[in-house]
């Protein structure tokens, strides 16, 4: 298997110690939450294309939407699928019943549950770092893009990466 976003996130995406010139210039000296690494990092390799204003939309679901609600790196990992596999509307895709819950599911039982607060006891570290949930949702997200991509032959539903 392919670990795209899984090897970024390992690699020290988002970490504002690993920034580049030009990412610490966007960033400042600030690490990147949960939902932005997943999305920000799943723009880079599975090339979404996605402008740095759409980007941003993933910032306030960091920490669970600030109150430790769903994991921000599951719902920045439900962009990409949307962003992935949505046509004009979700409505005429096959996105809920074929891609999210099953993706969901999948994490929840990896898991345990789907929210910040039972996923941040993967992450006990001081000061808190939320690199091993989002690793752990970067492996999900990488296999059910290659489990979709093998599997589909519908050009709306499979788009090639």
Do not use: W
Not at 113 to 132: E, I, R, V
Not at 133 to 144: G, H, P, R
């Amino acid at each position: 298997m392919t670990k795209k976003l899984y090897n970024l996130i390992e690699s020290g995406f988002g970490r504002a110690i690993n920034y580049s010139d030009e990412e610490r210039e966007l960033y400042g000296n600030v690490n990147l939450n949960c939902a932005e690494r997943i999305l920000r990092g799943a723009n880079i390799v599975y090339k979404l294309g996605l402008s740095e204003e759409a980007l941003r939309v993933s910032a306030p679901f960091g920490g669970g939407m600030g109150i430790e609600s769903v994991c921000g790196a599951i719902t920045g990992a439900l962009m990409v699928l949307g962003a992935l596999y949505t046509d004009r509307a979700e409505k005429n895709t096959p996105l809920k019943d074929e891609i999210t819950v099953p993706f969901i599911k999948e994490v929840r039982r990896r898991q345990g549950g789907l929210s910040c607060t039972h996923n941040k006891k993967y992450a006990q570290t001081d000061p808190f770092d939320s690199t091993p949930v989002v690793l752990a949702i970067a492996k999900v997200l990488d296999e059910t893009i290659e489990k979709i991509e093998a599997t589909s032959s519908s050009p709306t539903f499979a788009r090639s990466l």
